[in-house]
Nanobody, 125 residues
Framework: VQLQASGGGLVQAGGYLRLSCAAS????????VGWFRQAPGKEREFVAA????????YFADSVKGRFTISRDDAKNTVYLQMNSLKPEDTAVYYC???????????????????WGQGTLVTVSS
């Protein structure tokens, strides 16, 4: 499995961005695609995740109500729609896949085996 993240950029506070995570390779419906972010000097943290089947979602408290996640099966792509962005959302955003056979969504980086290269999101105040 390979992942390609894109869509980052510079946006003003209150603005929005949509990140994309294109997956190649065989994807099972139980796999989970997660989004994580890492700000300078901080550890990588969980943002959101979705089961590939689309039947289950999970968001970090810090982004609930502002971020949504969706999928395009035809394009093997997962999107992270980020609205009402705040300066504290500034980070490199990564997508990753957990090849779970049980569809359980984890917020731990340890559960995700494949990672995209990251895309930088900068939110100015």
């Amino acid at each position: 499995v390979q992942l390609q993240a894109s869509g980052g950029g510079l946006v003003q506070a209150g603005g929005y961005l949509r990140l994309s995570c294109a997956a190649s390779g065989r994807i099972f419906v139980t796999y989970v695609v997660g989004w994580f972010r890492q700000a300078p000097g901080k550890e990588r943290e969980f943002v959101a995740a979705v089961r590939w089947s689309g039947t289950s979602y999970y968001f970090a408290d810090s982004v609930k109500g502002r971020f949504t996640i969706s999928r395009d099966d035809a394009k093997n792509t997962v999107y992270l729609q980020m609205n009402s962005l705040k300066p504290e959302d500034t980070a490199v955003y990564y997508c990753a896949i957990d090849r779970t056979l049980y569809g359980v969504i984890s917020a731990s980086t340890n559960e995700y085996e494949y990672w995209g290269q990251g895309t930088l999101v900068t939110v100015s105040s």
